[in-house]
Nanobody, 125 residues
Framework: QVQLVESGGGLVQAGDSLRLSCTMSGGTFWMYTMGWFRQPPGKEREFVGAIGWRPRTTSYADSFKGRLTISRDNHKDTMYLQMDSMKPEDTAVYYC??????????????????WGQGTQVTVSS
């Protein structure tokens, strides 16, 4: 059974950069498209970005473009989210998710079968 664990969350200042990690166990990591979602307080969960199982396949939500870099290390079974120029509105619980061999609809949470427990990110102004 695939299990995902996020790490790297915490309290940051506006303008700082942050890197989150998501590590998989129980699955063959390279086979999975991996996604990042977040849920701000009092709001619905939203798509942040994803990295496909195929090489050089990434997708970012338009509202984040230019501030995000998603990468993966298949040797470490880990995906990363680098977010620059953090803003108070980036405060949210950040979740990672996995979808085996997914090639499309990266922004649709319905394609992801496994989810992490989430990591809190708080950005102070």
């Amino acid at each position: 059974q695939v299990q995902l664990v996020e790490s790297g969350g915490g309290l940051v200042q506006a303008g700082d950069s942050l890197r989150l990690s998501c590590t998989m166990s129980g699955g063959t990591f390279w086979m999975y498209t991996m996604g990042w979602f977040r849920q701000p307080p009092g709001k619905e969960r939203e798509f942040v970005g994803a990295i496909g199982w195929r090489p050089r396949t990434t997708s970012y939500a338009d509202s984040f473009k230019g501030r995000l870099t998603i990468s993966r290390d298949n040797h470490k079974d880990t995906m990363y989210l680098q977010m620059d120029s953090m803003k108070p509105e980036d405060t949210a619980v950040y979740y990672c998710a996995s979808s085996i061999y997914a090639d499309s609809d990266f922004d649709a949470d319905r394609i992801y079968a496994a989810w992490g427990q989430g990591t809190q990110v708080t950005v102070s102004s």
